[in-house]
Structures are given as structure tokens and as C-alpha cells.
């Protein structure tokens, strides 16, 4: 048995840079030290949108750039990207469906326990992860550190936390 920790979008954009918030900023440290805490397997998962981004469907309903694949903003935090030991899974959109497939991969090779997430944003990619890895892996508990995450506001986070509760997701405060 293995437990996953899954650390979303932890990028220099959502943190302080184009999107940044003051509350991405305080939970650095905290994904940091679950990261180097955690016994188990951890994949990072990297927004990732190419120079056009202005004209998908998400920038014209976020006219933000952010994260354009090979930009600084587009890099993982430093200080948790030289903990990372796997390749990240690159995601253009909130969800990916290749993280659920990378978790059946290893579920197959040694069942999961446990998968928890942790990062940015709490109401737009962590929330709709979660809900993948819950469609890929139904009977695997899921598992949010609401200290290791952020949203775009507070309310927003905390209404992505209640959804994900009611999704029969286990939220740690």
C-alpha cells in the first residue's frame, strides 16, 4: 500500500507573480514542510499554457496571462521544485485527465491508501483534480490539507472546501 501526495499548480504566477494572492504566499512554507513530510509517492502537477493563451476559451474568460510554458511565472516554486523527484504533469487546463491515468498506473503497481492535495487554486484546480482522482480511483479516501492550499479569495476557498466535503472528501484543517 502507498499514499499519494499530489502538489497542484505551486507556480511562481499563482503565488506571486500574475495571479499571486497574499494567502498563496503564506502556504509555501506549509506545503514545503508537508512535502518533506510526507512518506509516499508525490506528483507535482504544472499549469501550462503556450503564447496564444489569449485566445482560448480560458483567456477570454481570465485576460490574465499566466503560466506561458518557459516563463518564470510558469516554474514551480524553487524551494518545492528541489524537492520534487518525478517529472511534472503538465496540465492546459483545470483538470487533468493524465493524472488520473498516472493514478490507476499506480494504483495498479501498488495499491493506493490515500491520495491528498495540497496547492493553488483551492477553487479552480484543486477542486476539479480531486473530482478526477475520485472518477478514476472511486473507492480510494481523499484527502485536502486546507492549510496547504489557497484559492482565489477566501470565500472561494472556503466554498470549494464545503463542495469537496460533500463529495465525501475528507478536508484537513
Known amino acids: 500500500m502507498q499514499n499519494v501526495l499530489i502538489v497542484i499548480d505551486m507556480q511562481n504566477d499563482f503565488i506571486d507573480g500574475a495571479l499571486g494572492t497574499k494567502e498563496a504566499v503564506a502556504i509555501v512554507d506549509n506545503v514545503k514542510k508537508k512535502i518533506e513530510e510526507f512518506d509516499g509517492t508525490v506528483l507535482f502537477t504544472r499549469d ?12 477570454k474568460n481570465l485576460p490574465v496571462p499566466h503560466c506561458i510554458r518557459g516563463t ?5 516554486r524553487e ?13 492546459v487546463t ?9 493514478l490507476l498506473d499506480l494504483n495498479k503497481e501498488n495499491e493506493i ?4 492535495f495540497v496547492g493553488l487554486c483551492t477553487d ?6 480531486v473530482m478526477i482522482a475520485k472518477a478514476f480511483l472511486p473507492e480510494v479516501p481523499l484527502i485536502v490539507d486546507a492549510k496547504c492550499c489557497a484559492g ?9 472546501l464545503k463542495a469537496m466535503e460533500v463529495c465525501q472528501v ?3 484543517r
Open 113 to 116: 491508501e490515500s491520495i491528498t
Open 79 to 91: 524551494e518545492l521544485d528541489k524537492l520534487r523527484k518525478t517529472i511534472p504533469i503538465d496540465k
Open 170 to 172: 475528507k478536508i484537513e
Open 152 to 160: 482565489v479569495s477566501v470565500e472561494s476557498h472556503e466554498n470549494a
Open 124 to 129: 479552480i484546480c484543486v477542486i476539479s483534480n
Open 94 to 102: 483545470f483538470g487533468s485527465s493524465e493524472l488520473g491515468k498516472v
Open 48 to 59: 501550462t499554457h503556450e503564447s496564444n493563451y489569449m485566445e482560448t476559451q480560458e483567456g
Open 72 to 76: 518564470k511565472g510558469w516554474e514551480i
